[in-house]
C-alpha cells in the first residue's frame, strides 16, 4: 500500500506571506495605473489605497504574531492537506485559469459556453440534461447581454 501525499502547513504564515505580497504588489502598481489629474482630495485611488494599506498592515500583524509564536515555540495552527484530494481542487482552479485566459484570444462567446459543459464533465455529471441545462443558461446570458443589454462581450 503506497502513502498518501500529504502537505502540512501553518495557513496563518501562509496567508500573511501571500496577502503581504499581493497587497504590496497592488499597492506599487496602483500609483503607475490608475490615473488621476492631481493628488488633491478624495480620487479614483483613495478607497482602494485604503484597503489595499490595511491589508498590508493587518497580514504584517499576522506575520509578526506567527513569528512571535514561533519564536517562543508556542502551539500553532496547523493543516494537512490531502495532495490526492487537493488535486481535483487543482484541476478546476487551471480551468477557470485556461477559461480566463482564453477569453482574450477567441473572445468572450465561445468560452462562456464551453468552458461551463467542460467544468460540468470534469465534476463528474454525465446526465444529457445537465449539459442542455448549462449550455442553454450559458447561452442564454450571453444572449442577454450582447443583443438585449448592448454589453460588448
Not at 87 to 114: D, E, H, T
Amino acid at each position: 500500500m503506497s502513502e498518501r501525499k500529504t502537505v502540512r502547513f501553518s495557513p496563518d504564515l501562509a496567508a500573511s506571506i501571500v496577502f503581504i505580497i499581493f497587497s504590496s504588489a497592488f499597492l506599487f502598481l496602483m500609483k503607475r495605473e490608475v490615473y488621476v489629474p492631481d493628488e488633491s482630495g478624495i480620487n479614483a485611488r483613495t478607497f482602494p489605497s485604503i484597503v489595499l494599506s490595511l491589508m498590508l498592515f493587518l497580514s504584517l500583524v499576522m506575520l509578526i504574531k506567527e513569528i512571535v509564536l514561533i519564536v517562543l515555540k508556542k502551539p500553532r495552527c496547523f493543516v494537512v492537506l490531502d495532495m490526492a484530494e487537493e488535486g481535483r481542487a487543482v484541476s478546476i482552479f487551471l480551468i477557470l485559469l485556461i477559461y480566463a485566459l482564453s477569453i482574450s484570444f477567441i473572445g468572450f462567446l465561445i468560452p462562456s459556453i464551453v468552458f461551463p459543459l467542460i467544468l460540468c464533465f470534469f465534476l463528474g455529471s454525465r446526465k444529457i440534461s445537465h449539459f442542455l441545462i448549462v449550455g442553454l443558461s450559458s447561452s442564454a446570458i450571453v444572449m442577454v447581454f450582447r443583443y438585449i443589454l448592448h454589453v460588448r462581450l
